[in-house]
């Protein structure tokens, strides 16, 4: 069964730096795609960014790009966000996301799903 579990969300003031943890289980880590999205209250789930199973790649939005970094470690089964400069735009609940193949922005790509960590960025 596989399960992924997010941590890392909190209160946090504007500027500041969050660092979200996303530990996977019951699947072959490192032959996965791993993403971020958040959601915000009314507002659909939006891509954040995403690391390639193969080189580590990453791809981020570009509302992100310069302020949020996603890397993996694949010994642990475990993928991070880190969040710099953190406006109260960003405050939404974080999912991670894998699945078995590349990088997908679509939501409905993914199969496994967190439950999410909230992050609230006040002003």
């Known amino acids: 069964q596989v399960r992924l579990v997010e941590s890392g969300g909190g209160l946090v003031q504007a500027g500041g730096s969050l660092r979200l943890s996303c530990a996977a289980s019951?699947?072959?880590?490192?032959?996965?795609?791993m993403v971020w999205f958040r959601q915000a209250p009314g507002k659909e789930r939006e891509f954040v960014g995403g690391i390639n199973r193969a080189y580590g790649t990453t791809y981020s939005a570009n509302s992100v790009k310069v302020r949020f970094t996603i890397s993996r470690d694949n010994a642990k089964n475990t993928v991070y966000l880190q969040m710099n400069s953190l406006n109260p735009e960003d405050t939404a609940v974080y999912y991670c996301?894998?699945?078995?193949?590349?990088?997908?922005?679509?939501?409905?790509?993914?199969?496994?799903w967190g439950q999410g960590t909230q992050v609230t960025v006040s002003s």
């Open positions: 996301a894998a699945r078995p193949t590349s990088i997908d922005t679509v939501a409905t790509a993914y199969d496994y």
């Open positions: 019951g699947l072959t880590f490192s032959t996965y795609a």
